[in-house]
């Protein structure tokens, strides 16, 4: 009996076992993960059977595509070979491939898996190599990087690099990464937030060097890496939080510290100034003692804090501009006027027969009433034959809010809706700017104080030039480390800033800084947002608690391709593409509209994203400029197709009906201009009025090139373009023609706001050109090739005159608010240029003011 029992529980043991490895890992099927991504949340279908994982898709995701489509290609296939969720990550792309595999693990979770079936922790392979100094190189941003890396017999003992990358953006990036790399003795380390291309580079050149060296394993030595450990979790409570160091970020900052406030900033990046740094700078204010006063209107000179400074003179064709706005038409504006006329972004001529929006009649009716004193006085001096170019400008504040409006009235492709600037907020913003100059120069800030000069899509000369920092007020700009001579946009915008947010405002030792440290979601407590939590990067948890408010100032999305195209509704359908460029840090992918709507925010504007019409073919960097000083060529035709001096959406149009693909960028023209004009912005090839011109008159590949009207052919040639030297030529001399006898209306296209020939011609004592003088012969000219790229997007949080951000019943959200570009509304479908610092600056204020008065 006891044998008969001991049988019958030996078989049911064997079948219980049986049993088991029938049941298998996984109950077979297919299951939905998600994990998080950079840009939001990853979805992924996994088909599993009993025992393997046979299929791993990527059905969702908003991932950066140039920087994350290793990782959405790579680590689903790791994952079906590996047989579990947990494998490398994939370097460049670390925290896409960690939402993969987080999203993976999910969904083998619900297909029942107890545990993933690990992997040992990360071990870094030993790695010798043939000892000496190699020189490795890789491309980042902005060129060539180039390495001197010494090996030892088993690590590596130094490293020394040099690029031009671009000052506090990639350069910060190099000291983290090579400690890493040290410390890893590899280049599979992580990526440094807001520096990706730098990154990337400079792996890149690490692995050129190794090989050279004979490492041992190169594959390993790809993989070796820096295993992080999180460290104690940080748990602090300010007044306010305030998520993004840009512009907007350290205007709300700063002025939150002004009024009292204990303030911490948190910023992914490795270093602040978020996008604001990687701008031209220029931000649009009329500076009244520069131009025409209607009280004195004689006067040739105006005077500020003391000096006195000659007036700004009229760029050729405004008048023709100001006698369009005087005849606008003053009903009630409606889109179906283009029914039977066709519109043409940037004809204001015929746009003004439309209307105008009953919430801009008034600006427009007082607008007017200056525009008319103005003409009254300067008609007979016209007629005298005084030159437009000789009288004083003309700019008031009304006219800044009116060329807003409309460089901002947009139809969408389809023509179904047409979008515009909310009055409060475009009003309040270039009010507020009236006072930027000054609360920025009592922080150190320093400015030229003597011109108003135009970049690209401005629509006036209304900008104001930055010249760097004054900290120890000596009259003479401080040096930055990246620039002798101090003029950059960091030096002025963030230096001061800094400065006082941790040094001089009161009570300025409250105050933080958090660098490398994303923000993940905000804390709702009792209907109201009351912080933020945040990761370091090494996987350190940060909580931060807001007693009176946070700010979220993260920027646009225009780094998001993905979501751009997703988005949009302004260009046509084939645009923007997969391999379309960006003028944007890597960071900028709308991470902060996904955490407010999380909380209920409402979005507005989508859909209208503003392309830089001057990006360089090769990367979509900025290449700065303006459009009153060169021409916009047809490299096809050899013929001007647009007028340079209008909004940047119409030259972006322009480029992509009119230019060709060139290294992957569609809607690559020619730009050309004399040499002798300066290029407004941070240019990063100098000036032509520096003692040494080496750079200024240098061949940059694809991007610029000094050169006589009779080396153009030659140039074309080694470009491949097919464009006709003789056409430039012929196109160059009819448009400079026109300019100098005052037929630039008769152009096709016409131009306005122009300041400077192509050629060289002298003018006689009216300021007026002489035609008899004019030669193109030997002139030097500056070639350029550009192309569109994504620049700044328009829509984002619905926010009110305070910076409140709404809900979708238009209600604000307490304890939530929101400054500069993460927001929408203001802009409507077109950003004028220099528009976005002053909005920033004057927005981050604002929101720092209406916390205070919140808390009352």
Request: glycine share 12%.
């Amino acid at each position: 009996m006891k044998k008969k029992i001991n049988l019958f529980l030996s078989l049911v043991m064997a079948l219980t076992l049986v049993g088991c490895s029938n049941q298998g890992k996984y109950k077979a099927g297919t299951y939905e993960g998600i994990g998080k991504g950079r840009n939001g949340d990853i979805k992924v279908s996994v088909k599993v059977s009993k025992d393997k994982i046979e299929t791993v898709k990527v059905t969702e995701q908003k991932e950066t595509e140039s920087i994350a489509k290793p990782a959405l290609e790579q680590i689903p296939k790791a994952i079906e070979k590996a047989n579990r969720a947990n494998v490398d990550t994939v370097s460049g792309a670390t925290i896409t491939s960690k939402g993969i595999v987080e999203a993976v693990a999910d969904a083998l979770k619900k297909a029942g898996a107890k545990e993933d079936g690990g992997k040992a922790e990360h071990k870094n392979v030993p790695i010798t190599y043939k000892e000496g100094t190699y020189a490795g190189k890789g491309n980042g941003y902005n060129g060539l990087i180039s390495l001197r890396v010494t090996f030892s017999k088993d690590g590596i003992e130094d490293i020394k690099y040099s690029s031009k990358e671009t000052a506090h953006i990639g350069k910060p990036a190099f000291n983290h990464l090579v400690n890493d790399a040290k410390k890893a003795n590899g280049a599979g380390i992580d990526v440094v937030s807001g520096a990706t291309f730098t990154s990337v580079g400079f792996k890149n050149a690490l692995v050129d060097a190794a090989s050279q060296a004979k490492a041992s394993d190169l594959e390993g030595f790809k993989k070796n890496k820096v295993v992080r450990k999180a460290g104690q979790k940080i748990e602090e409570t300010y007044d306010v939080v305030v998520v993004g160091a840009g512009g907007a970020g350290m205007a709300t900052a700063v002025q939150s510290a002004q009024s009292g406030n204990s303030v911490v900033v948190v910023e992914e990046n490795v270093e602040i100034g978020g996008n604001t740094v990687a701008s031209g700078g220029q931000f649009q204010s009329v500076q009244k003692y520069l131009v025409w006063d209607a009280t004195n209107p004689n006067a040739t000179t105006g005077t500020y804090k003391g000096k006195s400074y000659k007036k700004v003179k009229q760029a050729a064709g405004n008048i023709t501009i100001l006698k369009t706005i005087l005849n606008w038409n003053e009903k009630e504006f409606d889109g179906n006027y283009f029914k039977n006329h066709a519109f043409v972004a940037g004809d204001i001529n015929e746009l003004s027969k439309a209307g105008v929006h009953k919430e801009y009649l008034g600006t427009l009716q007082a607008l007017k009433k200056e525009i008319k004193a103005y003409i009254n006085w300067a008609q007979p001096k016209l007629a005298a034959g005084t030159a437009e170019t000789e009288l004083p400008l003309f700019s008031t504040v009304n006219l800044h809010i009116f060329q807003t409006y409309y460089g901002g009235l947009r139809p969408n492709a389809k023509k179904t809706e047409w979008i515009y600037g909310n009055y409060e907020l475009v009003s309040q913003f270039v009010n507020g700017g009236q006072d930027l100059k000054g609360w920025l120069e009592s922080q150190g800030a320093m400015f030229d104080n003597s011109i108003q000069p135009t970049i690209v899509g401005a629509l006036w000369n209304r900008e104001n030039d930055f010249l760097g920092s004054d900290l120890n007020k000596d009259g003479v700009p401080d040096r930055d480390g990246a620039n002798k001579k101090g003029k950059s946009v960091w030096n002025t915008y963030f230096v001061p800033t800094k400065n006082t947010l941790l040094k001089t405002a009161e009570n300025h030792d409250k105050n933080k800084i958090l660098l490398r440290t994303k923000a993940m979601e905000l804390i709702v407590e009792n209907g109201k947002v009351t912080g933020v939590k945040a990761q370091k990067y090494d996987g350190t948890e940060v909580v931060l608690h807001a007693k009176k408010g946070v700010v979220l100032t993260t920027g646009g999305y225009a780094a998001n391709i993905k979501r751009v195209k997703e988005t949009n509704k302004y260009w046509k359908d084939g645009a923007i593409t997969d391999s379309t460029k960006t003028t944007n840090r890597s960071s900028l992918v709308g991470a902060g509209l996904d955490m407010a709507q999380k909380v209920g925010a409402q979005l507005t504007g989508m859909g209208y994203t503003q392309l830089m019409p001057i990006s360089w073919v090769d990367n979509g960097n900025l290449a700065f400029g303006g459009g009153d000083y060169a021409i916009h060529v047809n490299p096809k035709t050899g013929k001007r197709y647009v007028n340079e001096a209008g909004e940047r959406d119409v030259l972006s149009l322009g480029e992509f009906d009119n230019g060709v693909s060139f290294e992957g960028s569609n809607g690559t023209v020619i730009e050309i201009a004399n040499n002798d004009h300066n290029i407004p912005g941070p240019y990063p090839y100098g000036t032509p009025k520096d003692e040494d011109l080496t750079l200024w008159n240098s061949d940059v590949k694809n991007r610029q090139y000094t050169r006589t009207v009779d080396q153009l052919g030659d140039l074309f040639k080694k470009l491949g373009l097919e464009t006709n030297a003789e056409e430039v030529k012929k196109t160059i001399m009819e448009y400079d023609k026109a300019l100098m006898t005052g037929q630039d209306k008769n152009l096709n296209p016409t131009k306005t706001g122009w300041t400077s020939l192509i050629g060289k011609a002298e003018k006689d004592a009216n300021g007026k050109y002489k035609p008899e003088t004019y030669t193109l012969d030997g002139v030097k000219l500056k070639i350029r090739l550009i192309a569109p790229s994504t620049h700044h997007t328009m829509g984002g949080l619905l926010v009110d005159s305070k910076r409140h951000v709404l809900d979708k019943d238009g209600k604000a959200i307490k304890g939530l608010y929101a400054a500069g570009e993460v927001t929408g509304g203001i802009h409507g479908g077109n950003r004028l240029g220099g528009n976005a610092i002053v909005e920033i600056f004057v927005s981050g204020r604002i929101a720092a003011k209406t916390i205070v008065e919140d808390n009352k």
